[in-house]
């Protein structure tokens, strides 16, 4: 028997997509009419983008921080960094904002897929060595969810191969790894502000580094790649506009501000629904040991099919239906390579390029290849996660989820 809910049946939780999952506020209101009063709105001549910057890079012990327009533009920013010969190899993980991909394409490199650990649905050390070769440029790291990766072996690794790191810290700001922060062990990191990430500023990225030869060309990369300053300034390489803006940065500098709150009081509603939902029998729980400060962009359960009927999908009907909680089972549905800019190589025009560079290994999507991806993708079920929850929507959560594994499960409910 489970005990009553004794909650109301459907409580409203705060949602990231709105103002009652952010910390937006006064601070950012007084910095915005700062910046329309004064009128400098872009970053070349204004001081909000530059003082995030700083603030930003000091937070993180990092030498560099560039804002970008993007998530996306700062990772795309990263990979022009790193400078790829068409055809290079980038290795990344098959589970992945598709942002963290296509920048890939438009530097003329080739993503190589590697597989994952299907628990924590993050790359690890033996995935990506399995696909590395002779044409590896760069290894992009992703820390899913907030959960670090175990850089550990992932570094030592790359390190022994002289392969630079790029972390794809999005999802996982103020998570850290034997105590450092995700985005100061790889050789460049990034970060994105979209509006569902821990702070925002709708859209705008963050890239940082301490190897200033990656600073420089980041720097140039977000500005046309016009040297500034330069005694002799010139457009040097095919490069973009990329920068942030100022009312960006009036936000972004406001939000930093918040960032520790976010990231603290989601680890501390994560703490405890662990507690409230440990012990159940075919339910894995985000919890992989000290090595590990996991800053829960998301909360993912597991579920395993077998002693939990229905799955993941079939838990995730119920939350729905009974409780109005909407999570994702199967996150982003497939793999990446299963949709169609790569299935079918979809790019410039009819070209395929750079996909007409590829070793065949390189492009090799097949499924036997990604057990841990498929298995992963299967038993995920993604919880929406938020630093405005308080324990009455944790208790909700918690309450929902055990009576929907109990029906699922068979249990009489009075
Ligand atoms: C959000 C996200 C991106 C892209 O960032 P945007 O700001 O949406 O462009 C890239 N990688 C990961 C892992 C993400 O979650």
Known sequence: MIEKLTLPRQISLPSDQDATGRTLGDEEIRFLADVIEKGVLTSTKGNYVKEFERQFAARLGVQHAYCASHGTAALHVAYAAIDPEPGDEFVTTSITDMGALTPILYQGAIPVFCDV?????????????????????????????????????????????????????????????????????????????????????????????????LARRSYLYINKAWGYGDPKPDHYFLALNYRMNEISGAVALAQLGKLDFSVNARIEAAKQLTAALSGIPGLGLPEFGSDYVHSYWKYCLTVDGDRIPGGAVGLAKELKEQFGIFSAPRYIQKPAFRCQIFADQVTFGKSRFPFTLARPE?????E????????????????????????????????????SISKLKGDVDG
């Open 117 to 213: 650990d299907p628990r924590t649905l993050n790359v690890t050390a033996e995935t990506i060595e399995r696909v590395l070769s002779p044409r590896t440029k760069a290894i992009i790291v992703t820390h899913l969810f907030g959960q670090p990766c175990d850089m550990g072996p992932i570094m030592e690794l790359a390190r022994s191969r002289n392969i630079p790191v790029i972390e794809d810290c999005a999802q996982a700001f103020g998570a850290r790894y034997r105590g450092q922060l995700v985005g100061t062990m790889g050789d460049i990191a990034c970060f994105s502000l979209q509006q569902g990430k821990h702070i925002t500023t709708g859209e705008g990225g963050v890239v940082v580094t301490n190897r200033d030869d």
């Open 368 to 403: 036997g290849l990604f057990s841990g991806t498929f298995k992963g993708l299967n038993d995920v079920l993604v919880l929406p996660w938020n630093e405005n929850y308080a324990q009455q929507h944790v208790d909700f959560i918690a309450e929902a989820v055990k009576e």
């Open 362 to 366: 390189a492009v090799d999507y097949s």
